[in-house]
């Protein structure tokens, strides 16, 4: 974690025995430990919230592009509706005009 070897810790807690004193020495470690518990928590804590928040803008990018993909074929079913109902309104007229020709053309021969 830090890279400190055997030695570097020897000469720490030397250092720590000499300036604390005997008598406090545990009771400082205890504290320090507790500390480095609760930076370690923070960290954790720190983490879990960016792994969280990227898992969220995954979803994000999904439903967006879910959403383009819906809203591309709902154009698509309009233009095809659109195109449909010109059709159909080109076949009605067609039709409504055809007997109308006939019919006078009809007029002039004598029914049967």
């Known amino acids: 974690m830090f890279d400190i070897g055997f030695t570097e810790l020897v000469t ?4 720590a025995l000499l300036v604390i004193g005997p008598e406090r020495l545990p009771g400082a470690v205890r504290t320090g430990a507790g500390y480095l518990r609760r930076i370690k ?9 960016v792994e969280q928040e990227l898992h969220n803008d995954a979803i994000m990018q999904e439903l967006k592009k ?5 809203s591309d074929q709902a154009e698509q079913l ?24 006939n019919s006078s053309q009809d007029s002039g021969k004598p029914s049967e």
């Open 78 to 101: 309009q233009r095809d509706i659109r195109q449909s109902e010109a059709q159909l309104n080109t076949e009605l007229t067609a039709a409504t005009t055809e007997p109308k020709q």
């Open 66 to 70: 879910t959403r383009d993909q819906v």
């Open 12 to 15: 720490i807690a030397v250092v």
């Open 41 to 49: 928590r923070g960290f954790n804590e720190i983490r879990q919230e």
